[in-house]
């Protein structure tokens, strides 16, 4: 009996060929081809097989043919919706690895979408109309900017962790201190990273103290080199003790070695945000022979790894097989080469590469920005939400200066009839989505990190969000 009632459901879903049909679908076809939208359909109808012998009821309406279409729509959609979408970052941490780090200039992006657009020149000599070095676009500006000797960028600063590792050390000694044997976050270790560099890893001292005795004592016949990271997402406080790159290259002499300074984040603007961040140039001034930094953290510009230090040491580099998989391409070229060349002027580069200029926005600045999107969230949310401004601290984030805390003006939320985090899941789904945080059950928009041109989106999402399912 159950059976027949089961087949008797089973027969009313139509074919896929009966499916396509449906208006909804040709309109699909016709946009995404047959393909997807027929291997959509046969999805969708396996999926509703499988609920109906289930033996849960399934409501008749549910098996109408626009219904089902509507159910294959969003199956194609979400193959050819591109996954990688803006979002409005309004947490407050102005270099958020989770949504993309930088933000990269009006130049940059114009750069980029010049050389994208047409051949170029990334690796043509045009005095000489011969074979050119893509190395050559980049080298100049780079070293004009720190007074490094010579440079090299290539995909992100792991990879020029890795390179430097791999060209230097591979097979060979590494004299580390164990308070630098860090994580990044996503995996990133310093200790893997040697490990598969084929260094071989020689940790000093303790994690709270490492003295220079620790790494004179650490050094043998197979050192290669002496290693300084930055700790860039944490801090010893308290009973601490850490050698600086200075000290290690007295050292590095006295025995022959090199000196390499991960510096992680690679601040090259002066900021009061920044004071306490060590900078490209007091590294150089350390004498390290090998610095890396990130092109995409506090620099502001696109993911690279940029490596400056003595002209040899980089050529090495440059020349060694792995460099040619780790290379970037003329996309990041273009967009650092613009970055950079914003540096030239400094007052410019706090003005136009927006990580410089929400890291130095004074809270005064912000209080104006919070006030207008707390009148325009008032306006369109009425009594659906209860919104107050506030002071709040934002934070530098990509694993820069952990402890520090930028005054910032935040709009805090509450809402009536819904909780707060599902007012933040649903702000997740709107177009674009927006991502606050949740403090003190209030959602938080911290307007340090909402672009100017996205307060309005702001609003609108918000909106969107608690408007939803009462249509
Ligand atoms: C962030 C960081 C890295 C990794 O840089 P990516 O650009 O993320 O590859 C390496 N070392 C230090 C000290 C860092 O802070």
Same mark, same amino acid.
């Given at each position: 009996m159950a059976d027949n009632k089961l087949s008797g459901t089973l027969r009313r879903l139509p074919s896929v060929e009966v499916l396509l049909q449906e208006p909804a679908l040709v309109a699909e076809i016709e946009r995404h081809g047959h393909r997807l939208v027929a291997d959509s359909s046969r999805k969708v109808l396996e999926k509703m097989r499988r609920r109906i012998k289930s033996g849960v009821p399934v409501p008749s309406a549910d098996l109408e043919p626009a219904r089902l279409a509507a159910l294959v729509k969003e199956e194609a959609t979400g193959v050819y919706k591109p996954t990688l979408q803006p979002l409005i970052n309004a947490t407050g941490v102005v270099v958020h690895t989770n949504l993309g780090r930088s933000v990269l200039a009006a130049e940059a992006i114009k750069a980029v979408d010049e050389v994208a657009a047409s051949y170029s020149n990334l690796e043509y000599n045009l005095t000489a109309g011969s074979r050119g070095s893509r190395h050559d676009h980049i080298t100049g500006i780079i070293t004009a900017l720190t007074g490094a000797e010579n440079a090299l960028v290539v995909n992100n600063n792991a990879a020029a962790v890795l390179l430097a590792l791999t060209t230097f050390a591979g097979g060979r000694e590494v004299v580390v201190s164990r308070g630098e044997l860090i994580e990044i976050g996503g995996s990133f270790r310093i200790p893997d990273i040697m490990a598969a560099s084929g260094a071989r890893l020689v940790e000093v001292g303790t994690t709270n103290k490492t003295r220079l005795a620790d790494y004179e004592k650490g +050094?043998?016949? /197979?050192?290669?080199?002496?290693?300084?990271?930055?700790? /860039? =997402? *944490?801090?010893? &406080?308290?009973?601490?003790?850490? &050698?600086?790159?200075?000290?290690?290259?007295?050292?590095?002499?006295?025995? =022959?070695?090199?000196? $390499?300074?991960?510096?992680?984040?690679?601040?090259?603007?002066?900021? @009061?945000?920044?004071?306490? !961040?060590?900078?490209?140039?007091?590294?150089?001034?350390?004498?390290? =022979? +090998?610095?890396?930094?990130?092109?995409?953290?506090?620099?502001?510009? @696109?993911?690279?790894?940029?490596? +400056?230090?003595?002209? !040899?040491?980089?050529?090495? $580099?440059?020349?060694?097989?792995?460099?040619?998989?780790?290379?970037?391409?003329?996309?990041?070229?273009?967009?650092?080469?613009? %970055?950079?060349?914003? *540096?030239?002027? @400094?007052?410019?580069?706090?003005?136009? +590469?927006? %990580?410089?200029?929400?890291?130095?926005?004074?809270?005064?600045?912000?209080? @104006?920005?919070?006030? #207008?999107?707390?009148?325009?969230?008032? !306006?369109?949310?009425?009594?659906?939400?209860? %919104?107050?401004? #506030?002071?709040?601290?934002?934070?530098?984030?990509?694993?820069?200066?952990p402890l520090l805390e930028l005054d910032s003006w935040v709009c805090a939320l509450s809402p009536a009839s819904i909780s707060v985090d599902e007012l933040a899941a649903r702000l997740r789904k709107t177009t674009p989505p927006v991502i606050g945080r949740i403090h003190g059950g209030r959602l938080l928009l911290d307007v340090r990190t909402i672009l100017p041109e996205q307060l309005n989106e702001t609003v609108i999402a918000l909106k969107q969000a608690l408007n939803q399912g009462q249509a």
């Open positions: +050094i043998s016949a /197979s050192t290669s080199m002496l290693l300084h990271v930055h700790s /860039s =997402n *944490y801090k010893v &406080v308290g009973f601490t003790a850490g &050698v600086a790159v200075r000290e290690l290259v007295k050292l590095g002499r006295k025995h =022959n070695l090199m000196v $390499m300074d991960d510096l992680g984040s690679g601040a090259l603007a002066d900021l @009061p945000a920044l004071a306490d !961040e060590p900078s490209v140039f007091e590294s150089l001034a350390s004498g390290a =022979n +090998i610095i890396t930094f990130s092109g995409d953290k506090l620099l502001g510009g @696109p993911q690279a790894g940029i490596v +400056i230090g003595d002209s !040899e040491a980089v050529d090495l $580099m440059k020349a060694h097989p792995m460099a040619r998989a780790l290379r970037v391409d003329k996309m990041t070229l273009a967009a650092l080469q613009a %970055t950079l060349a914003l *540096y030239l002027k @400094p007052d410019e580069a706090v003005a136009r +590469i927006p %990580t410089l200029r929400m890291l130095s926005g004074p809270a005064a600045d912000l209080k @104006p920005r919070a006030e #207008q999107l707390a009148a325009g969230l008032k !306006e369109a949310l009425g009594a659906a939400a209860s %919104t107050s401004l #506030q002071q709040a601290a934002s934070r530098v984030g990509g694993g820069a200066l």
